[in-house]
């Protein structure tokens, strides 16, 4: 049972926040390796675990969620900013885009959690809706994972057949 203070949702919400900003670390990293590249990408992923790590332990000392909060909102900010200033070399990199805007309409959605529990006659809340919406990034991105294939296969292709036949 829980009293009024609220002392076993305290590590639910540590732990919950935890497996987000792992999460968030871990589609960042990604992205680098395949935009960057893999060393890069590999480092990003050391410094962002251990900031998260870092920011868990902030709010627990001083029970203060703004770290953890600015961890989660600049994360999915940067995605997008790397995904715009560095070319892909896969086909479906819109979907990247998508899942940014999917995750700020969510965002947007906990918010507004009772004007939009009212607005739409108590049928259901914006918490609720924004579950909806974190649950189709995963799915997005699956299907960008899935269809896609290098830009420039044929070019390349070309290139080292050519090379091939230039020496014969």
Known sequence: MTD?????????R????????????????????ERIGQRIGLGCMCALL??????IVYERIYDDIRLCLMFQLILPLAIAAVAYMYPS?????TYWFSSIGIYLLAKLEAVSDKKLY????????GH?????????????????????????????MMVILDGLFSFM
């Open 4 to 12: 009024s203070g609220g002392s076993t949702a305290r590590p639910a």
């Open 14 to 33: 540590a732990l919950v926040q935890a497996l987000m900003m792992v999460a968030y670390s871990s589609l960042f990293s990604s992205l680098v390796v």
């Open 50 to 55: 251990f900031a998260a790590f870092t920011c």
């Open 89 to 93: 070399n896969y086909t479906h990199s």
């Open 118 to 125: 009212r607005a739409n006659n108590y049928v259901i809340s």
């Open 128 to 156: 609720s809706l924004e579950h909806v919406c974190l649950a189709l990034i995963p799915f997005l991105l699956s299907v960008m994972l899935i269809c896609r294939e290098r830009k420039f296969k044929r070019y390349l």
